[in-house]
């Protein structure tokens, strides 16, 4: 089965750009989203169709598409954005999410 | 606004199945999928399946092929999700979510807590 693979953690100093990426064959072809979890809470879509912010994102978040790896980028990391942050996309119509990573900001 | 309120928490006997709603508001119900997604404790996101309102075709993740039935009420904007002969490692919360197949998942239920334990 289709596999998406991410680093189970991240830590990054507050003002620091975070890099999450997302492994998967051929993953560029498809449209990949990232989610934002906090504890005790539902899933928020942060990127969507690689590259666009959803609503009421911030801009320092942006998002990538190439090849095998997509990437959640945020620029000047803030103590909120600690979160485990999900990619996802799509193997023959059918929805595929990856492992997660859970990014801190120390 | 869009929102996608999920029915309360249950608790089920292994063996047992366990049927959840999610009740859809501020949109048009028929024009998206609803996807549902477990998070098991501690645990990632896994996609079981969706269901296209429109036409009330169904999609499901191979590993819950034959265990779960996804449907949808038209008339009240609700699609529903029923997991069958449940055991301990489908205690999970189960979320719905509204997506548009292979675009996006946009918006979110606040998530259903089933407890499968004897």
């Known amino acids: 089965s289709y596999e998406l693979t991410q680093p189970p953690s991240l830590s990054v100093s507050p003002g620091q750009t975070a890099s999450i990426t997302c492994s998967g064959d051929?993953?560029?072809?498809?449209?990949a989203s990232w989610f934002q979890q906090r504890p005790g809470q539902s899933p928020v879509l942060v990127i969507y169709?690689?590259?666009k912010r959803s609503s009421g994102i911030p801009e320092r978040f942006s998002g990538s598409n190439s090849g095998n790896t997509a990437t959640l980028t945020i620029s000047g990391t803030q103590a909120m954005d600690e979160a485990d942050y999900y990619c996802?996309?799509?193997?023959?119509?059918?929805?595929?999410f990856g492992g997660g990573t859970k990014l801190t900001v120390l | 606004q869009v929102q996608l309120v999920q029915s309360g928490a249950e608790v089920k006997r292994p063996g047992a199945s366990v049927k959840v709603s999610c009740k859809t508001s501020?949109?048009?119900?028929?024009?998206?999928?609803i996807n549902w997604v477990r998070q098991a404790p501690g645990q990632g996101l896994e996609w079981m399946g969706w269901?296209?309102?429109?036409?009330?075709?169904?999609d499901s993740a191979e590993e819950f092929q034959g265990r779960v039935t996804m449907t949808r009420d038209t008339s009240i904007n609700t699609a529903y999700m029923e997991l069958s002969s449940l055991r301990s490692e489908d205690t999970a919360v189960y979320f719905c979510?509204?997506?548009?197949?292979?675009?996006?998942?946009?918006?979110w239920g606040q998530g259903t807590l089933v407890t499968v334990s004897s």
């Open positions: 169709e690689d590259t």
């Open positions: 051929k993953l560029g072809n498809e449209y």
């Open positions: 269901i296209y309102p429109n036409s009330g075709n169904t």
């Open positions: 996802q996309s799509w193997d023959r119509r059918k929805v595929v």
């Open positions: 501020g949109y048009t119900f028929t024009s998206y999928d």
């Open positions: 979510a509204r997506g548009r197949e292979l675009l996006s998942i946009d918006h």
